[in-house]
Nanobody, 112 residues
Framework: QVQLVESGGGLVQAGGSLRLSCAAS????????MGWYRQAPGKQRELVAV???????NYADSMKGRFTISRDDGKNTVYLQMNSLKPEDTAVYYC??????WGQGTQVTVSS
């Protein structure tokens, strides 16, 4: 059983950057798709970005060009580099692993 723990969230001004990390307690090599989702207050959880074991990525339209997902299977870690942050990016960000693995979430707050 793999457990996922997010870190790197916090408060940042609009236009700033944050880097989220998702550390797995076990190997993620066998997990094909890893990713990030987010949930803002009063809204449904939505896809941010996913990455396959081969490095293929997919982003939600509003994140393209601003966010970059990567994974380091040797470190059992997935990253989300977020640049040019906007107030509407404020949400709890969850790490996801195919097979219904979820982290507890990390809060990202972007002030205007």
């Amino acid at each position: 059983q793999v457990q996922l723990v997010e870190s790197g969230g916090g408060l940042v001004q609009a236009g700033g950057s944050l880097r989220l990390s998702c550390a797995a307690s076990g190997s993620i090599f066998s997990i094909n798709v890893m990713g990030w989702y987010r949930q803002a207050p009063g809204k449904q959880r939505e896809l941010v970005a996913v990455i396959s074991r081969t490095g293929r990525t997919n982003y939600a339209d509003s994140m393209k060009g601003r966010f970059t997902i990567s994974r380091d299977d040797g470190k059992n870690t997935v990253y989300l580099q977020m640049n040019s942050l906007k107030p509407e990016d404020t949400a709890v960000y969850y790490c996801y692993g195919e097979g219904s693995y979820w982290g507890q979430g990390t809060q990202v707050t972007v002030s205007s």
